[in-house]
């Protein structure tokens, strides 16, 4: 079947711009996370929801970072007043408890100017 | 604090030989590890997982080997072909959290025809 996809693939702002960037989990599976992945680095945990409830977001790294599931299937990550330190890879993956394998989408590339 | 290390930034490999990769951690509540693999501008694949209940998990090519005694982790592919050439990441979760990933920060594994 389908994997995760996100959109848009890249996506540069200006700063202090506000951005959207949109997740597509793969279809049923309950558990939708996003994560931060800055050059040279791992991906670094934002935010979980299990269904459209929100769990976890302890990893967002500023109020500026806002995230929603409202009908537990698509997801939004927004930036508000998006800074040069914003930049970077967006992970969004999904699963199906009681499995704890996380399914990754390509990504959103994000640059701030 | 790395909860999830990898010592090594890169390791070179001759085709048809073994390709061990290792992964470090520090915290004794992780119950659950995985490797992914990631190629340039694409979200990391998942490959191989292995519970804290065992210490060995084959999947052809791939095996994962747990020492929980050491906190260490390592991924054994044999034998390594020239399309296993990426970036491999280790992650591991936390017992009983919200099945968020604690990464490493990735070995780039090059594998010479």
């Known amino acids: 079947g389908a994997g995760v996809s996100q959109s848009p693939r890249y996506k540069v702002a200006k700063r202090g711009q506000d951005v959207a960037l949109r997740c597509d989990p793969i279809?049923?599976?309950?558990?939708l996370f996003w994560y931060q992945q800055a050059l040279g680095q791992g991906p670094e945990f934002l935010t979980y929801f299990q269904n459209e409830a929100q769990l976890d977001k302890s990893g967002l790294p500023s109020d500026r970072f806002f995230a929603e599931r409202p009908e537990g299937s698509v997801s939004t990550l927004k930036i508000q007043r998006t800074q040069q330190e914003d930049s970077a890879v967006y992970l969004c993956a999904s699963s199906l408890p009681p499995a704890d394998t996380q399914y990754f989408g390509p990504g959103t590339r994000l640059t701030v100017l | 604090d790395q909860q999830v290390k990898q010592n090594s930034p890169s390791l070179s490999v001759q085709e048809g030989r073994i390709s061990i990769l290792n992964c470090d951690y520090t915290?004794?509540?992780?119950?659950?590890f995985l490797w992914y693999k990631k190629y340039p501008a694409e979200g990391p694949t998942f490959l191989i997982s292995i519970s804290s209940i065992k210490d060995k998990n084959e999947d052809g090519r791939f095996t994962v080997f747990l020492n929980k005694s050491a906190k260490h982790l390592s991924l054994h592919i044999v034998p390594s072909q020239p399309g296993d050439s990426a970036v491999y990441f280790c992650a591991a979760k936390l017992r009983g959290a919200t099945n968020k990933l604690i990464f490493g920060t990735g070995t780039l594994l090059a594998v010479q025809p």
């Open positions: 915290n004794s509540m992780f119950d659950y």
């Open positions: 279809s049923g599976h309950v558990s």
